[in-house]
Antibody
Framework: QVHLVESGGGVVQPGRSLRLSCAAT????????MHWVRRAPGKGLEWLAVTWYDGNKKYYADSVKGRFAISRDNSKNTLYLQMDSLRVEDTAVYYC??????????????WGQGTSVTVSS | QSVLTQPPSVSAAPGQRVTISCSGG????????VSWYQQLPGAAPRLLIY???NRPSGISDRFSASKSGTSATLDITGLQIGDEADYFC???????????FGGGTKVTVL
């Protein structure tokens, strides 16, 4: 069974950093592009970043470009999101998600359960 | 302001049908796959429909979708209380090199 389990969320002060992890099981992780998506309170889904199956190509939303970094370790079947210079408006539930393709263009078919990040002083 | 445009809310009585529209452009809906997602209160999103009108295993055939040009539509027939949720359309945008979502539509069963 395909599973994605996020971890690493919590409460952090503005300007600090946090790293989220997403453990993948039940499929060939190295064959799938992976995304990070978030949903802030009262808002809709916001796409953040995607990494190709091999990690060689990454794309970011303008709202997080330069502050967040997506990466993956295919030997550990794990996806990461390094979040630096966090802002209050980054408060959200963060989801990792699998793309139906290895390049990230086909759309998400599997979502994790999410991990909550609260940025507050 | 979302790249894909959805109505904020739709409502209907149990057993009725609702239609949710998703309007975009040639760089997203017009030339890429569209997906529809359901997010129940307190839960993670889940895939409802992908490509033109394909349902993952376990998704009811009460959900169907279509696409015409730069717009897409999700239909829910035989509306049930359990369908109350937020619904999002999504697609890759070739110009932005980003995945884009609609703002979401809240479905209320009257």
């Amino acid at each position: 069974q395909v599973h994605l389990v996020e971890s690493g969320g919590g409460v952090v002060q503005p300007g600090r950093s946090l790293r989220l992890s997403c453990a993948a099981t039940g499929f060939t992780f190295s064959g799938s592009a992976m995304h990070w998506v978030r949903r802030a309170p009262g808002k809709g889904l916001e796409w953040l970043a995607v990494t190709w199956y091999d990690g060689n190509k990454k794309y970011y939303a303008d709202s997080v470009k330069g502050r967040f970094a997506i990466s993956r370790d295919n030997s550990k079947n794990t996806l990461y999101l390094q979040m630096d210079s966090l802002r209050v408006e980054d408060t959200a539930v963060y989801y990792c998600a699998r793309d139906r393709s290895w390049l990230g263009y086909y759309g998400v078919d599997v979502w994790g359960q999410g991990t909550s990040v609260t940025v507050s002083s | 302001q979302s790249v894909l445009t959805q109505p904020p809310s739709v409502s209907a009585a149990p057993g009725q049908r609702v239609t949710i529209s998703c309007s975009g452009g040639s760089s997203n809906i017009g030339n890429n796959y569209v997906s529809w997602y359901q997010q129940l209160p307190g839960a993670a999103p889940r895939l409802l429909i992908y490509d033109k009108n394909n349902r993952p295993s376990g998704i009811s055939d009460r959900f169907s979708a279509s696409k015409s040009g730069t717009s897409a539509t999700l239909d829910i027939t035989g509306l049930q209380i359990g369908d109350e949720a937020d619904y999002f359309c999504g697609a890759w945008d070739t110009s932005l090199t980003a995945m884009v979502f609609g703002g979401g539509t809240k479905v209320t069963v009257l």
